[in-house]
Nanobody, 116 residues
Framework: QVRLVESGGGSVQPGGSLRLSCAASGFTFRTYTMSWYQQAPGKERELVADISTNGAITNFGDSVKGRFAISRDNSKNTVYLQMNSLVPEDSAVYYC?????????WGQGTQVTVSS
């Protein structure tokens, strides 16, 4: 079945970096746009970044532009989110996602906490 498994979250001080990974299985990864979302406590889930099938096109939410990068390795069925210059407002659960058959599929999420 379709499965998305995030990893790489944790606690980091402001100004630090983290790299999230999302391992995909159960579908033809290279043919799907992939996305990262974040959800902070009490807030709606919002798009952080997405990447086209071959990685040529990327889009970022306004709050992370210039600080985050998204990439993918189709040979490993994995999408990454490199997060730099982290600020406390980046603290959230980060989810990997894609749309398959008009249904948005989610991973279980990984917690990122930015605090001094």
């Amino acid at each position: 079945q379709v499965r998305l498994v995030e990893s790489g979250g944790g606690s980091v001080q402001p100004g630090g970096s983290l790299r999230l990974s999302c391992a995909a299985s159960g579908f033809t990864f290279r043919t799907y746009t992939m996305s990262w979302y974040q959800q902070a406590p009490g807030k709606e889930r919002e798009l952080v970044a997405d990447i086209s099938t071959n990685g040529a096109i990327t889009n970022f939410g306004d709050s992370v532009k210039g600080r985050f990068a998204i990439s993918r390795d189709n040979s490993k069925n994995t999408v990454y989110l490199q997060m730099n210059s982290l600020v406390p407002e980046d603290s959230a659960v980060y989810y990997c996602s894609t749309i398959i058959g008009r249904v948005r599929v989610w991973g279980q999420g990984t917690q990122v906490t930015v605090s001094s």
